[in-house]
């Protein structure tokens, strides 16, 4: 029971109850900014029938030939609407747009420590593809799970084969 | 030949590499050394140069770049490489102007560039030069008939037309643009799906929803297959919407519902759209649902600040709904007779889809609340029978919906906009039920988390409806303590969740907090004094869930309010800390700490936030610019309009200028202590005595009021007028500031102005008779002119701070209000008015003043003035002295002792009744409410704080009338006094050190005053420390005697650490005054 709609500037303003769990970044305006201008589509936010932002998802496509793919930078939804399948939900928008765009795939980062999100990405169909060590720095660094799943024009799913040795940030393309 | 320079070019490049990696790295020297290494070899290599420059603005020499840089772009370079490095230099140098003058050079000499021209176009973007960015469109259109080059053009004249002050002008920009489009399309031109956007934008922006309505259904609207599947159909029933086609409207969204039964909005849209058509007109003009009437719960697309400037909802929604009233007659009138009511067809429709939906193995809650919806419109419309025979009772299906959903975090806020609707005496039946639902253990505690969230839906329903609000004190306590109780007692039920995870049962701490506090006075008229033993408690249960619960942020943000409450600012700012608060959460939550720290004196905080804050807010204008130049390479056209909205709503945001106004009154009191200093200081600002820049009418309130959670009923939640009220004296503060930094700034410019003259006097006398003429001329033109214009600014700063004081009479009787807690902390005025602390600056501007006329025009000072400056200056730090020796600090924590507590329950004993509740009574509930309960030092602190900024500001006035007198004092001893310069009489002289012998003393007493405190709190830490604070009774079902020592031991450390700070800060101040002895 949510308005999905474009993410729009004066969004910001107020998605504070989204963004004040620790686990979601909050970026320079800058990022948002380039985000809203380049890859419009791929960013949009869930609304409660009061206005209250409940979540949103932000995303890109990027890649050259086989490696065209879709990406994840943020997906979040507020504490108290949270395992109502709201992430599922922003996450089929992603996958849809990507399909639309001919991706092969989509992927995204996620902290090794984030349970929850690892669980989530495994019932949506995403495998760990690789991990990259130190990915996220910090205090100390922690390493990323780079998870995937194919796209239908991937027909033979070849995008999705894990890698058994894990990479360092810096050999990701 | 050309196979030579491009071997040339390879060659700069791989030379020019290293200078990039380095400047990229931030390591500029090395940059400069490369780039000098590279000049050795080709000495006159642009690029070179102005990367040099680059390296050294970087280092902070930015003369010597604007020196390379300037050059360079006398050479009309025309090179790629050159000219991106001028740009970023540009950039960096804040001249965006500049940017555009080196590539209209560059296109001047290479017409047919398009490379060139299209970063002229992007430059004329960044200082939104919208004419030339259309007539630089153009060119490239004409040069490359490409379509993204006309669309800049369209789009510059959008802009133009947005952007124009004038209707005329807007309108004709706008016509224009629509004209370019209309051309096209005939021509049959249109290609991308952005070009399609852009056209409706331009339509929806002039209102023209007919014309776009034409375009989405016409074969344009093939054209858009990016957007979301609903985009076309959505359109076109918000044109249907604007253009008052209710039938038409419900027809579109009844579809879109089919389709998509979970998105909300196609609910609104269509409940609206079809009591339109029944003939029941919506009240408001608003897409939104009736709601009740709190800020924070309520169904605001605005924003909340009371600047009027509401945000713009997608598609222009908005303005013209009085019109489509009117218009709907064509589709209502005489459907509403003879055929079925349209209401009872889209009740049946709604059923259908609710049934359809329960079906589902996880059923969607749209469906469910689309049909309560239409029975609450109803209702609203005074339709209670109908509602009830096409719907359902209301109860019912809210208690139908809880059965559902009352097990999901979100069930509250769901239904909280429908809870008004329900009759009064409804309430306690449909409570009752409510209760029946939740599966509880023998002992009453939730069986499971299921159960768990049911129990808190119904606490947050029966506080929502009123059920808390004739609790006395006594039992809101009670009621905190069992919730209190609850959430121990339920905590193992969610031990297994992940720790990055917010616990259901937080819920329990944070009801339970707000019912404490409440009893404990906040906001019950008893604003000044609320029970400081309950906030400690209720700081230590908070504390406890963090520790549980570190994710979550609502513990937080309340945690911050109690500290704040305390004037505890060093605790606030390290769970402030740990809110990680960035970028333009700086802006929209700065409320919940930044000024606080500063009115407690916490200075180190203080900056620390101030220059997170400054910094985020300067960088606006670079990190909104590189966007908008995207968008137009892109193609994502409709953006532009919106970023520079942004832009602007954040450039203009009240709390930007009021940190920038506060960091500079700080900047030129805290540390000062000495006339040296303060000019050096003052100087190093930038503020222009003569004008504010401030635009007052565009300010915006751009904070997030609606973050923290609130349960109680619409009337006790944030209301609109008291945001307003809030902002208002925000303002009025903020222009006390202005001003009084504004005369700081004069009276400095005088004594400059004045003190050169005297120099040049000097100088001239020194001079031998012949060159008499010249320099006397000169030196009287400057000083007359200047220090005339001078002096009467200053006189006319004093004058209108003056005024705007007393216009601020209304906050001196009243202390302010606090506000409900999801609200901002009290405003700040109607402290610092109860000082009267403008007085005391005002006149010590209107001593400056005096001795300004008695040195230029001979004229005695009025011993008057200085006595009135004497009598304001000895109030004020006698109350100050008198709040110091009050600071009821060191005494706080003894105060909050087992005995008071216990003393307490002897006079509460008769209100012990039964509670409805199952209380298992703690010490909590024992607190002493009725005795009076010592004062908060946090009033004390700031008043201390505001006292001492003013003297820093009455000290650098004083310092101003020093560097007058001094001269003359020095040469009235040194000369004979038959000199006909202006002459004072010694009589100023010596009133005015002894005016400065009576202050110094003064404030050293309130000094020693501090220390004794200092002194004292000290010593109860150290005592507390060794007895671990067992005096210190923070008992509670989840709370013992280890976060008494906590707590106990880091308040105080709090306050020892202010009032460090304070004492410092005054010691400054009479180390300015006494250097000022002449
Ligand atoms: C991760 C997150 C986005 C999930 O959002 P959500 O709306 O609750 O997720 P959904 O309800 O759509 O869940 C989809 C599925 O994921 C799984 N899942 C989600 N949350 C889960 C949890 N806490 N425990 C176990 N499984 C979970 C479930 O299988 C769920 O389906 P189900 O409810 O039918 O069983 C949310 O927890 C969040 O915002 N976390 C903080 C930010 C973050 O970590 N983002 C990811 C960074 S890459």
């Known amino acids: 029971m949510t308005t999905l709609r474009p993410f729009r500037c004066e969004d910001m303003f107020h998605f504070n109850n989204v963004n004040l769990d620790p686990l979601t970044e909050t970026y320079g305006l800058s990022f948002y900014l380039q985000y809203l201008a380049h890859w419009p589509e791929y960013f949009q936010v869930a609304e409660s029938p009061s206005g209250i932002v409940m979540g949103y998802i932000m995303g890109k496509a990027e890649g050259h030939g086989e490696n065209w793919h879709g990406h994840v930078t943020a997906l979040t939804v507020a504490p108290e609407y949270r395992r109502l399948g709201l992430a599922r939900q922003l996450m089929d928008i992603l996958e849809d747009i990507s399909e639309k765009k001919r991706c092969f795939f989509v992927d995204l980062f996620v902290r090794v420590s984030n349970r929850v999100a690892i669980t989530m990405y495994k019932k949506l169909g995403y495998i760990v593809y690789r991990t990259v060590l130190q990915y996220y720095s910090g205090d100390p660094d922690e390493d990323a799970y780079d998870m995937r799943k194919a796209l239908s024009r991937d027909v033979y799913a070849q995008s999705v084969v894990p890698l058994t040795h894990p990479v360092r940030p810096e050999d990701i393309e | 030949m050309a196979g030579k320079a491009h071997v040339d070019d390879s060659v700069i490049e791989r030379r020019l590499r290293p200078i990039y990696e380095w400047l990229d790295a931030g390591n500029n020297k090395k940059a400069v050394q490369e780039a000098d290494k590279v000049l050795k070899k080709q000495a006159s290599l642009p690029c070179a140069r102005v990367l040099k420059g680059l390296a050294l603005l970087r280092l902070g020499k930015r003369d010597e770049c604007e020196g390379l840089v300037a050059a360079v772009v006398k050479e009309a370079p025309t090179d790629e490489a050159t000219l991106q490095a001028l740009t970023i230099c540009f950039r960096e140098l804040h001249q965006p102007e500049q940017i555009c003058r080196v590539y209209e050079t560059a296109t001047k000499k290479e017409p047919g560039n398009e490379e060139l021209l299209s970063h002229l ?213 005489c459907d509403t007779c003879d055929k079925e009511d349209p209401v009872a067809t889209a009740a049946a429709h709604l059923a259908a889809v609710r049934k359809a939906a329960s079906t589902q193995e996880y059923p ?365 004296s925000e303002v009025s503060l903020l ?27 000097r100088d001239h006398q020194h001079r031998s008779s012949s060159t008499k003429k010249d320099s006397n001329s000169e030196c009287v033109n400057g000083e007359t002119c200047g220090a005339t214009d001078d002096a009467t600014l200053l006189a006319d700063l004093t004058t209108r701070l003056h005024q705007e004081s007393q216009s601020c009479a209304q906050y001196r009787a009243s202390s302010s209000p606090q506000l409900p807690l999801q609200g901002p902390d009290p405003s700040r005025i109607h402290l610092y008015a109860s000082c009267n602390l403008v007085g005391v600056i005002v006149r010590h501007s209107e001593v400056l003043q005096q001795v300004h006329k008695s040195c230029t025009q001979s004229q005695g000072v009025s011993g008057e003035v200085l006595k009135a400056a004497k009598g304001e200056v000895e109030a004020a730090v006698a109350a100050g002295l008198a709040e110091a020796q009050q600071l009821a600090v060191a005494t706080l924590v003894a105060a909050c002792s087992k005995e008071s507590a216990a003393e307490g329950e002897a006079t509460q004993s008769e209100t012990n009744n039964d509670n409805t509740f199952d209380s298992l009574s703690s010490d909590l509930s024992k607190l002493s409410l009725a005795t009076s309960s010592p004062p908060l030092p946090r009033h004390g602190l700031e008043r201390l704080h505001h006292l001492a900024q003013t003297l820093g500001v009455a000290a650098a006035l004083l310092g101003c009338c020093h560097s007058l007198l001094r001269p003359i004092k020095a040469s009235t001893s040194k000369k004979n006094k038959k000199r006909k310069d202006p002459v004072i009489t010694p009589g100023v002289m010596t009133e005015f050190s002894s005016y400065l012998t009576t202050l110094s003393s003064q404030i050293h007493q309130l000094k020693e005053a501090l220390s004794t405190q200092h002194k004292a709190v000290k010593a109860a830490l150290e005592q507390h420390t060794k007895e671990e604070y067992t005096c210190l009774d923070l008992t509670s079902p989840l709370t013992g005697p280890e976060d008494a020592k906590t707590i106990g031991s880091q308040m105080e450390l709090s306050y020892l650490k202010s009032l460090e700070r304070l004492t410092a800060s005054i010691a400054n101040k009479l180390k300015y005054i006494s250097s000022l002895r002449l």
């Open chain 2, 121 to 333: 176009f992007m430059a004329y973007v960044r200082v939104s030069n919208y004419r030339n960015q259309h007539q630089t469109a153009m060119r490239l259109f004409k040069l490359k008939p490409k379509n993204p080059y006309y669309f800049w053009a369209v789009m510059s004249h959008v802009m133009q037309g947005v952007k124009s002050g004038d209707q005329k002008g807007r309108e004709v920009s706008l016509l224009l643009a629509e004209r370019m489009v209309n051309n096209f399309v005939k021509e049959g031109k249109i290609e991308a799906e952005a070009e399609v956007l852009t056209y409706l934008h331009i339509l929806e922006t002039q209102g023209k929803y007919a014309e776009a309505l034409s375009v989405v259904e016409g074969e344009l609207g093939n054209k858009v297959v990016h957007q979301p599947g609903n985009f076309l159909r959505l359109k076109r029933a918000t044109y249907h919407t604007h253009l008052g086609q209710w039938q038409a409207a419900a027809d579109v969204y009844r579809d879109l519902i089919k389709d998509e039964h979970d998105n909300w909005q196609h609910y609104v849209g269509y409940i609206r759209a079809v009591m339109e058509i029944s003939g029941r007109h919506s009240p408001t003009h608003s897409l939104n649902p009736p709601s009740s009437t709190g800020v924070c719960s309520g169904s605001d697309n605005s924003s909340i600040g009371g600047f009027g400037g509401s945000d713009n909802s997608t598609g222009g929604c908005g303005g013209s709904d009085k019109s489509s009233v009117s218009n709907g007659g064509e589709d209502s009138g």
């Open chain 2, 364 to 728: 969607d809650r749209g469906p469910f609340l689309g049909v309560i919806h239409l029975a609450s419109t109803l209702h609203h419309h005074g339709d209670h029978t109908l509602s009830d025979t096409l719907c359902g009772d209301l109860m019912e299906l809210l208690l139908s919906y809880i059965t559902s959903y009352g097990d999901k975090m979100c069930c509250y806020a769901d239904i909280t906009q429908y809870l008004p609707n329900l009759p009064q005496e409804r309430i306690a039946p449909f409570l009752e039920k409510v209760e029946g639902l939740v599966n509880r253990r023998e002992d009453g505690v939730p069986l499971d988390v299921k159960a768990m969230y049911r129990d808190l839906c119904l606490v947050q329903l029966s506080r929502a409806l009123g059920q808390h609000e004739h609790l006395s004190p006594q039992e809101h306590i009670q009621l905190a303590d069992s919730l209190v109780n609850r959430y121990s007692q339920t905590l193992e039920l969610t031990s297994n969740m992940a720790d990055t995870d917010i616990r259901p049962g937080d819920a329990y701490l944070l009801l339970a907090a707000h019912s404490y506090l409440r009893g404990a006075g906040v906001r019950e008229g008893n604003t000044t004094h609320p029970n400081p033993h309950v906030l400690l408690r209720v700081a230590a249960i908070l504390e406890r869930g963090i520790v549980v619960s570190r994710a979550n942020f609502q513990l937080k943000l309340l945690l911050i309010k109690v500290y704040n409450m305390l004037g505890a600012s060093e605790i606030s700012h390290t769970v402030y800390e740990k809110c990680d608060l960035k970028h333009i959460q700086l802006d929209t939550l700065g409320h919940t700490l930044a000024l606080q720290a500063l009115d407690a004196a916490n200075y180190t905080a203080a900056a620390d936030i101030f220059s997170a804050t400054l910094k985020f807010f300067m960088a606006n204008y670079k990190d909104t610019s590189d966007p908008l130049i995207s968008s137009y390479k892109y193609g994502s056209l409709t953006r532009i309009p919106e970023f520079v909205e942004f832009r602007e709503r954040l450039s203009n945001s009240l709390h930007f200028a009021t940190v920038t106004a506060e960091q500079m009154l700080l900047d030129i009191t805290n540390e000062i202590s000495s006339h040296s200093q303060l000019v050096e200081a003052v100087s190093q600002l930038d503020i222009d005595p003569a004008t504010d820049k401030t635009c007052w009418d565009d300010l915006r309130d751009n904070r997030d009021l609606r973050v923290m959670d609130t349960w109680d009923p619409p009337h006790r939640q944030l209301q609109e007028v008291e945001v307003n009220a809030n902002v208002s």
């Open chain 2, 735 to 761: 222009k006390l500031r202005n001003l009084t930094l504004r005369l700081v700034a004069a009276a400095c410019r005088l004594t400059s102005h004045s003190s050169s003259n005297k120099a040049s006097i």
